[in-house]
């Protein structure tokens, strides 16, 4: 089982950018897809960006060509590079570790992070 800790949130203004971490711990991290997920008051958790294996990427349609999704297997880590933010980004951001083979993680099975708060407001 893998245990994920993100880090990197907080608050930001419109327009901002933050960086936010996730370090894996536990298995073989480049055998896992990962993902982040985000969640807002009142709304479903969705996900914003995946990354498989093989380094193959997908993005949500309101966060492509702002957000970027990156892993670095020597050193455990999955990153989501956030640009121009707006106020609807506002939510706990979550990453997600699961072992689908060559593909995307399904946010079915797997491992979850405890979330980050990533708040944008002036």
């Known amino acids: 089982q893998v245990q994920l800790v993100e880090s990197g949130g907080g608050l930001v203004q419109p327009g901002g950018s933050l960086r936010l971490s996730c370090v894996a711990s536990?298995?073989?991290?480049?055998?896992?897809?990962m993902g982040w997920y985000r969640q807002a008051p009142d709304k479903q958790r969705e996900l914003v960006a995946a990354?498989?294996?093989?380094?193959?990427?997908k993005y949500a349609d309101s966060v492509k060509g702002r957000f970027t999704i990156s892993r670095d297997n020597a050193k455990n880590t999955v990153y989501l590079q956030m640009n121009s933010l707006k106020s609807e980004d506002t939510a706990v951001y979550y990453c997600?570790?699961?072992?689908?083979?060559?593909?995307?993680?399904?946010?079915?099975?797997?491992?979850w992070g405890q979330g980050t708060q990533v708040t944008v407001s002036s």
């Open positions: 536990g298995s073989i991290f480049s055998n896992y897809a």
């Open positions: 997600h570790s699961e072992m689908t083979g060559w593909g995307y993680p399904r946010g079915i099975d797997g491992s």
């Open positions: 990354i498989t294996k093989g380094g193959s990427t």
